[in-house]
């Protein structure tokens, strides 16, 4: 039969393993690697309970795999990147640059750079003028076109009622010629059999 292993001698290893791992941790992970250094090395009896006790413990486990850190650890490297990317450093141009072209401390050099810029700033703010002027001269324009079309249909559709009442005034007009010339036709027919004499 198996013999059961002395559990303050277990609780005695866990202990001394909790420690290690405390060094290591604080920063002498590189003195004091303790996930390179096997059991048998350490030279604790160590028995089959004792690293499953060891496997399961909190906080003897090691270092946990890659890509389960917590969500804090990933916000604080994506912020570190973050703030990487905010500040670049000095790629571009001072910020000397942006000041008064007059000021005593600038060369030459930067006083045309200063007013290059300037230049460029009121040449886009003249140009976005334009623009506006000429989006709202258009839009004037559209406006004008849109109320002769709506007046040209408006007129349209009155024209085309005139032009129905007028066939319809047409209609009734040729129908009352017919019935104008059939009464002819008949009053002539008539006036013909009086006037002629019996046989």
Do not use: W
Request: proline share 6%.
């Amino acid at each position: 039969m198996r013999s059961v292993p002395d559990i303050s001698r277990t609780s005695t290893h866990l202990d001394m393993a909790r420690r290690n791992q405390a060094f290591a941790v604080s920063g002498l992970e590189d003195t004091f690697p303790i996930n390179a250094l096997s059991l048998a090395e350490c030279g604790l009896p160590f028995t089959d309970l004792d690293m499953l006790a060891l496997e399961y413990s909190p906080g003897i486990a090691g270092p946990p795999p890659h890509g389960s850190g917590s969500m804090e650890d990933d916000s604080a490297l994506h912020g570190e990147a973050t703030d990487k990317k905010r500040r670049p450093g000095r790629l571009g141009r001072p910020c000397i640059y942006r000041g008064d072209p007059d000021a005593k401390h600038l060369t030459e050099q930067q006083r045309r750079q200063i007013k290059r810029r300037i230049g460029n700033r009121e040449s886009a703010r003249r140009m976005r003028e334009k623009k506006q002027a000429d989006e709202q001269c258009l839009k004037t324009q559209l406006e004008a076109v849109r109320g002769q079309l709506k007046a040209s249909e408006e007129k349209n559709t009155s024209l085309q009622h005139d032009a129905q009442l007028a066939s319809a005034k047409l209609m009734a007009a040729e129908l009352e010629v017919s019935h104008l010339q059939a009464e002819n036709a008949e009053l002539k027919a008539m006036r013909g059999g009086n006037f002629m004499c019996p046989m």
